[in-house]
């Protein structure tokens, strides 16, 4: 038998390894995309150069995955080294008028189609021809590659604050190539994942609860309740949607985008004392609850996915660090009700002892068969009506190989439920993505008409100005 030498450049953590084995069901597949509209058109061979030098140093993008042995246990990652930059950036001038919906258009059908697990699991386009002398780049990325803050952190690597370029040169980071981390020889046990190996981080959570209580019982006691609470929401099956319209699921996408006044917004948590998170979910609440009305369906609450963020500076830019809390919303028809219920119910996660919990609530779903994790995933997160992501973008103005960035538009997976809206905050502007299921919502512009108006009811709250673009 032929040696192996196949150079392995990391192992999936928990997270990544469990958005990996979902993808099984179409309807749960995660794959990102994002588009940053430019100016003008970037100088492509530069573009290339860029490219071509954040992926090879950060080894997510140079690496492909290689299946564990019989299918049972967690896939590692494999240096690529058949690695071909003309494979994953390509260069096309958009078909006259060459307007945004063009470029949408090329995107949801980049993100309805799988990332072939051959090759590293990701793809960029360069779109040029856009009406006004415009362009565009769509990147395509596979959630078990990064989760959003670290992919738009990657993303940041291309871009300069100036739009004449300068020296490049990319930052240190602690996903690089294997061979500069002394990466462990392929089947050592580094890279095989066992059965106490996988066990070894909850065992010792159960050792250090034990501990605690001999010292107080009683407040652990109450910890013990408060995790299973907590634990209980976050992993409980929901049936079906709370909306009875968005119900069908499908792998087809639509892609639409909406633009805010970030000034306005901003003075409105300023204001009220509230996040821009708030405000974000209560406009996609009333835009949802007009959009049941033009339907002639009453709507009173909606159940919402929203990924929480644990990421530290610790932590590589590959890999997920978040955690997908869950909770139901009433929906009410006054604007301020609406944000200040969103504020207490969403405020109320940010202690909850399952985020403390995700490493070791992942690590024992990893241990389940591949089709049984799949199940089991379905059937918290197909009962979703929305999911809502929101990532701070750069606070500055950002250039590609001389291009200005306009806009910066995230477009999240739906994770089972019918749409994912997904809020990226660049410089002055606040920039709205929605990655809609075209079988729940099969009349896009309806809805984002009833998206527009609801942001519109909510950042009213503030007295500006509430225009909102699609």
């Known amino acids: 038998m032929p040696e192996d030498r196949t150079t392995v450049t990391g192992s999936m953590n928990d997270s990544d390894a469990l958005l990996w084995r979902i993808g099984r069901d179409p ?25 071509a030098t954040v992926a090879g140093s950060v ?21 690529d080294d058949g690695f071909d930059i003309d494979l994953h950036l390509r260069r ?37 021809g856009l009406e006004g002398g415009g362009a565009a780049l769509v990147i395509k990325l596979h959630h078990a590659v990064s989760d959003g803050v670290g992919g738009l952190a990657v993303a940041q690597q291309l871009l300069d604050r100036r739009r004449r370029p300068r020296p490049y040169e990319v930052p240190a980071e602690g996903d ?63 049936g079906a949607p ?18 805010l006044d970030r000034k306005v917004l901003q003075e409105l948590t300023a204001a009220s004392h509230v996040t821009i998170n708030d405000v974000f979910v209560s406009g996609v609440l009333l835009g949802m609850r007009r959009y049941h009305g033009a339907h002639g369906v009453a709507l009173d609450r909606l159940r919402v996915l929203m990924p ?3 990421r530290t500076a610790l932590h590589p830019l590959g890999g997920n660090h978040f955690v997908p809390a869950r909770f139901v919303l009433p929906v009410p028809a006054d604007p301020e009700r609406c944000l200040r219920k969103v504020h207490d119910v969403a405020g109320s996660w940010k202690a909850a002892p399952a985020l403390g919990m995700s490493d070791v609530l ?8 591949p089709p049984l994790v799949s199940r089991v995933w379905g059937s918290m997160l ?89």
């Open 362 to 369: 992942a690590a024992l779903l990893d241990l389940l068969p």
């Open 59 to 79: 080894a997510r993008l140079h690496s492909r995955l290689q299946p564990a042995p019989l299918g049972w246990g967690r896939p590692r990652w494999v240096a």
């Open 92 to 128: 096309l001038v958009a078909p006259p008028p060459g307007t945004l919906r063009t470029v949408l258009d090329l995107a949801q059908a980049m993100g309805t189609v799988e990332c072939d697990p051959a090759l590293p699991l990701w793809e960029a386009v360069v779109v040029e």
């Open 176 to 238: 690089g190539p294997a061979a500069a981390r002394g990466a462990p020889e392929p089947g050592s046990p580094a890279c095989v994942r066992t059965l106490p190996a996988a066990v070894a981080a909850p065992a010792r959570r159960v050792a250090g609860v034990v501990a605690r209580a001999v010292v107080d019982p009683v407040g652990q006691l109450e910890l013990a309740r408060d995790s299973a609470r907590s634990v209980g929401r976050l992993l409980a099956p929901a």
């Open 27 to 51: 309807i749960l597949r995660t794959t990102i995309v994002a588009v940053l509209v430019l100016d003008r058109a970037p100088r492509f061979d530069e573009v290339r150069t860029r490219v």
């Open 382 to 470: 197909k009962g979703d009506d929305f999911v809502a992501t929101n990532v701070p973008g750069p606070p500055f103005e950002t250039y590609l190989a001389g291009a200005r960035v306009e806009h910066f538009y995230a477009f999240a997976p739906p994770s089972g439920s019918a749409l994912n809206v997904a809020l990226v905050t660049p410089a002055r502007r606040a920039c709205i993505g929605v990655s809609l299921d075209a079988a729940a919502v099969p009349d896009p512009s309806t809805f984002v008409g009833c998206l527009r108006e609801g942001f519109a009811e909510v950042l009213a709250l503030g007295g500006g100005s509430t225009r909102a673009s699609a």
């Open 308 to 310: 929480v963020n644990v």
């Open 242 to 259: 709370l909306s009875p319209l968005l119900t069908p699921r499908s792998v087809r996408r639509r892609y639409e985008v909406l633009d």
